[in-house]
């Protein structure tokens, strides 16, 4: 697989979120009290341990612009943690649960052949290759079923 990056949401924001208990929307955070099995932090790109609490909220994507934007449900641990910043490793969120990835070119257009469902245990090779052609600008990976933001892959 060609060098990549998993990006976490900036630490501005789950920064800000914590302090201000405010969404990118003007919603109010909710508090949710993880059970171990889901609550995944867009921060850290790790699941929330049973008994953490974690802040849900809509977190305005920074890609892909115009016809294929749009907001997703994010959490994030209420308490600081560190951003995920790993090179050329798949964090424990999108391992997890069913995955879409979807492949954007430099025009925020969607490449739809690219653009594959799979369960998070096998994401390697869809991943791969929507890393390793031409067209990829990046990658967003979102759960399948609520279609929810895991996190944005750069190619290095």
Partial sequence: ???????????????????????????????????????????????????????LGSYNLPGPLGIYWTPSPIFVHAEPCEAFSAMNALPEIVRYCQVSVRSYDQDDQCIYDLGEAIDGISVEAPLARAIADPRTKFVNIHTAKPGCMLCRVERI
């Fill in 1 to 55: 697989m060609n060098d990549f990056r998993c990006v976490p949401i900036p630490t501005e924001t789950a920064e800000r979120f914590r302090r201000t208990g405010t969404d990118d929307a003007g919603n109010t955070l909710r508090q949710v009290v993880a059970a171990g099995n889901g609550s995944p932090c867009r921060h850290c790109l790790r699941l929330g341990q049973a008994g953490e609490v974690m802040l």
